[in-house]
Nanobody
Framework: VQLQASGGGLVQAGDSLRLSCAAS????????MGWFRQAPGKEREFVAR???????IYSGPVKGRFTISTDNAKSTVHLQMNSLKPEDTAVYYC??????????????????WGQGTLVTVSS
């Protein structure tokens, strides 16, 4: 499956941004969909995922501020990011995993990756 991420940009601290990831798959219900991010000089880190049955998991730094959701009719996964902080600055990647039901927080478990979209949060 091919993934195309979009929606990144330059915002100020406290602003909101919505990322989207369009998948070439007919339906997302066969995949765990996840968002990861990578800041300059740092390793890629897990942000959020949504399971095949719609349950969601968030990393500690974003819990309560970010929301992951899917639009199965459009085969698109979104990441709504509120109350953005400068430390959220990173390239954000969407990813898909086919094998498990509830998914993983390890990047190595994901089979497909989008190209990344840059989010820059100024203070």
């Amino acid at each position: 499956v091919q993934l195309q991420a979009s929606g990144g940009g330059l915002v100020q601290a406290g602003d909101s941004l919505r990322l989207s990831c369009a998948a070439s798959a007919r339906t997302l219900s066969n995949y765990i969909m996840g968002w990861f991010r990578q800041a300059p000089g740092k390793e890629r880190e897990f942000v959020a995922r949504i399971s095949k049955i719609g349950s969601t998991i968030y990393s500690g730094p974003v819990k309560g501020r970010f929301t992951i959701s899917t639009d199965n009719a459009k085969s698109t996964v979104h990441l709504q990011m509120n109350s953005l902080k400068p430390e959220d600055t990173a390239v954000y990647y969407c990813a898909a995993e086919a094998a498990s039901v509830f998914g993983s927080s390890r990047a190595s478990d994901y089979d497909y990756w989008g190209q990344g979209t840059l989010v820059t949060v100024s203070s």
